[in-house]
T-cell receptor, first 113, second 113 residues
Framework: NAGVTQTPKFQVLKTGQSMTLQCAQDMNHNSMYWYRQDPGMGLRLIYY???????DKGEVPNGYNVSRLNKREFSLRLESAAPSQTSVYFC????????????FGPGTRLTVL | AQSVTQPDIHITVSEGASLELRCNYSYGATPYLFWYVQSPGQGLQLLLK??????LVQGIKGFEAEFKRSQSSFNLRKPSVHWSDAAEYFCAVGAGGADGLTFGKGTHLIIQP
């Protein structure tokens, strides 16, 4: 039982390049989330998927797109990366009836030059 | 909209001393409240959570927190800290649905020998 996994762990991009961050969970959770963490800012919600087939914007969605590929996988895409998107990205998942507890992946550290 | 305030950016405590980390939240209904810990370069680990019932909740690693509705607070405490407790601590609030969590900006805990 790996929990929540994220790939890659580290990535360096040039401004304007695109990439997709991958997230998968093996806990059969319904809901999945993408957060970004910046120094002194805590974690901020980018997008979430309440259930397979649905996605919703969070606090800071601009510049990102998401895909809930199936129940296990939730990807985050940067179409044209900007230096302001340099951050650590965390994926999380939860299931109904677990009192809103979210389980987090190890994070992806992204640098945009 | 919900919000979380962690008034202390940094706290320094001597090993063996007691600890209290402050958290104030703003939320219209009864909140789901969480404390997470993050060691350098790592993901987030849940320390404890509150959603109803007893206002004093026990968590892992000897931590506890007390929910005080009248003060909109959920402070984290530990009677005697260990050097391994040095980390970043995040308080978070959530609603009962599939929405994501709202995090505070974090408190960086430094342990002096």
């Amino acid at each position: 039982n790996a929990g929540v996994t994220q790939t890659p762990k580290f990535q360096v991009l040039k401004t304007g390049q695109s990439m997709t961050l991958q997230c998968a969970q093996d806990m059969n959770h319904n809901s999945m989330y993408w957060y970004r963490q910046d120094p002194g800012m805590g974690l901020r919600l980018i997008y979430y998927s309440a259930s397979e087939g649905t996605t919703d914007k969070g606090e800071v969605p601009n510049g990102y797109n998401v895909s809930r590929l199936n129940k296990r996988e939730f990807s985050l895409r940067l179409e044209s990366a900007a230096p302001s998107q340099t951050s650590v990205y965390f994926c999380a998942s939860r299931n109904l009836g677990q009192n809103n507890e979210q389980f987090f992946g190890p994070g992806t550290r992204l640098t945009v030059l | 909209a919900q919000s979380v305030t962690q008034p202390d950016i940094h706290i320094t405590v001597s090993e063996g001393a007691s600890l209290e980390l402050r958290c104030n939240y703003s939320y219209g209904a009864t909140p789901y409240l969480f404390w997470y810990v993050q060691s350098p370069g790592q993901g987030l680990q849940l320390l404890l959570k509150y959603f109803s019932g007893d206002t004093l909740v026990q968590g892992i690693k000897g931590f506890e927190a007390e929910f005080k509705r009248s003060q909109s607070s959920f402070n984290l405490r530990k009677p005697s800290v260990h050097w391994s407790d040095a980390a970043e601590y995040f308080c978070a609030v959530g609603a009962g649905g599939a929405d994501g969590l709202t995090f505070g900006k974090g408190t960086h805990l430094i342990i002096q020998p």
